[in-house]
């Protein structure tokens, strides 16, 4: 597996010479963040990111993410424009060689949390998720605004999609990703990129909106309508694992050789559709990592992995979840699992 790190670009408070010290840090996980949703990244944006990575000793790995614009997901008239748009930037990244491509299919919220610094019994403070508190939120009102989300749309637009989305049912939505990998997948094909869709976190609908990319059955459903191996998922622990009802090992089984990228973060369940991010040691949170790592190897995984979202520890603030000394600590503890599976492959 190759241990990897996102990073936000230049004006992220972390930067690539504190990412270098991480031991066994050989990846970087990172996008093109000034670009319109749907525009074509220019190559040259491209190979220049890739190149002030390189000079720093590490390799530019994963893109995380190239967003799907709305309508692809809506379904509207003018997806075509927008389809031919991302087979572009994908050939773009192809003459970059760059191979992995993360990205959502999750309607206009990225991931979602009630809290953003909630205390944990360490005295640090995580992401914490309370279905409660969102349900009475109204996402328009601006009252919650989290980092990942793209509030680039007007007040109104924002508004006027949420209506629409509100009328697009699981189904239709699951048709609108597969309607839009029948054109994609293709081209990544040519160019030999892997496709990895990120799960829907937390997995189930939130404010009405339709999510789906939140179970084993979606997943398998998703793997046959387009069954190529360069249509494959990214595995996020802890968002699939957000949900009890997700047997983890289970999912990993069903997506064997098709799991091109790997988000490794712990949650502890709190109650129903709650729970509070944790450290990534398996005591700490619901999620065992040593074991769907050891699962992952079974399967011959190799791929990129990166320590997802970590606590906000001693002292440190910055963007929330992507501090710098959690996820160190996340790595090293990745790192310390994928070891004893080296070992014990070779006894
Ligand atoms: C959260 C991330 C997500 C992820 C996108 C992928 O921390 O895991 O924002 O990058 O959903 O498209």
Request: aromatic share 8%; with cysteine.
């Amino acid at each position: 597996m190759e241990m990897s790190f996102r990073w936000y670009g230049s004006d992220d408070p972390v930067t690539l010479d504190h990412i270098k010290q991480i031991p066994g840090m050989k990846g970087i996980v990172s996008a093109i963040y000034d670009l319109p949703v749907g525009e074509v990244w220019p190559y040259e944006k491209i190979i220049n990111l890739k190149q002030s990575i390189e000079a720093k000793g590490l390799r530019l790995n994963v893109i995380e993410s190239v967003p799907v614009h709305e309508d692809i997901k809506l379904g509207r008239d003018t997806r075509d424009h927008w389809i031919e748009n991302y087979k572009k930037t994908l050939i773009n990244l192809a003459k970059a060689e760059i191979r992995t491509v993360c990205y959502n299919f999750m309607p206009v919220f990225d991931w979602t949390r009630s809290e953003l610094q909630a205390s944990l019994p360490d005295g640090s403070n995580s992401l914490l998720y309370n279905e409660e508190k969102v349900v009475n939120i109204d996402p328009i009102s601006g009252e919650l605004e989290l980092p990942g989300w793209d509030l680039s749309y007007q007040t109104s637009d924002l508004r006027q999609i949420i209506e629409e989305y509100q009328k697009v049912s699981e189904e239709q939505l699951m048709e609108n990703l597969i309607y839009f990998l029948e054109r994609v997948i293709p081209a990544a094909e040519a160019e030999d990129v892997l496709m990895a869709i990120h799960p829907d976190d937390p997995p189930w609908g939130i404010f009405g909106l339709p999510r789906i990319m939140t179970s084993k059955e979606n997943i398998v459903y998703m793997l046959k309508q387009v069954d190529s191996r360069h249509n494959g998922i990214t595995f996020c622990t802890g968002s699939y694992g957000a949900n009890p009802d997700n047997n983890l090992l289970e999912m990993l089984e069903a997506a064997e050789g098709r799991i091109h990228f790997v988000h490794a973060r712990n949650v502890k369940w709190l109650g129903e559709r709650s729970f509070q991010e944790t450290s990534h040691l398996a005591s700490d949170g619901s999620i065992n990592l040593p074991v769907i790592l050891r699962k992952l190897s079974q399967l011959g995984f190799e791929g990129p992995i990166r320590p997802d979202h970590g606590r906000m520890i001693w002292g440190e603030e910055g963007r929330p979840g992507y501090g710098l000394y959690d996820r160190a600590l996340g790595a090293a503890y990745i790192n310390g699992i994928i070891d004893l599976l080296h070992v014990q492959k070779e006894d």
